[in-house]
Nanobody, 116 residues
Framework: QVQLVESGGGLVQAGGSLRLSCAASGSIFSIIPMAWYRQAPGKQRELVARITSGGGTNYADSVKGRFTISRDNAKNTVYLQMNSLKPEDTAVYYC??????????WGQGTQVTVSS
């Protein structure tokens, strides 16, 4: 299993930036894909960005060009740099580790609130 702890959320004005961090336990971090999801009130959880063990990335259309996912395998940490934030980015952001096919670990979530 992989334990995940997110940090970096908060309140920011529209147009601002935040960087989320997700620290992972366990020795398999470097070989598994990691992702960030978000869930806004009354909406389903959605994929924001994903990064493979080799560094390949993909993004939701709504955040392309504004968000960047990255990972530091030496620190067992994955990041989400969020720029040009919009009120519609307001959500709880969750870190996800694809431990195995159909097996995932989740963090507790961190709140991001963007004011207009």
């Amino acid at each position: 299993q992989v334990q995940l702890v997110e940090s970096g959320g908060g309140l920011v004005q529209a147009g601002g930036s935040l960087r989320l961090s997700c620290a992972a336990s366990g020795s398999i971090f470097s070989i598994i894909p990691m992702a960030w999801y978000r869930q806004a009130p009354g909406k389903q959880r959605e994929l924001v960005a994903r990064i493979t063990s080799g560094g390949g990335t993909n993004y939701a259309d709504s955040v392309k060009g504004r968000f960047t996912i990255s990972r530091d395998n030496a620190k067992n940490t994955v990041y989400l740099q969020m720029n040009s934030l919009k009120p519609e980015d307001t959500a709880v952001y969750y870190c996800n580790a694809e431990v195995a096919p159909l097996v995932a670990s989740w963090g507790q979530g961190t709140q991001v609130t963007v004011s207009s």
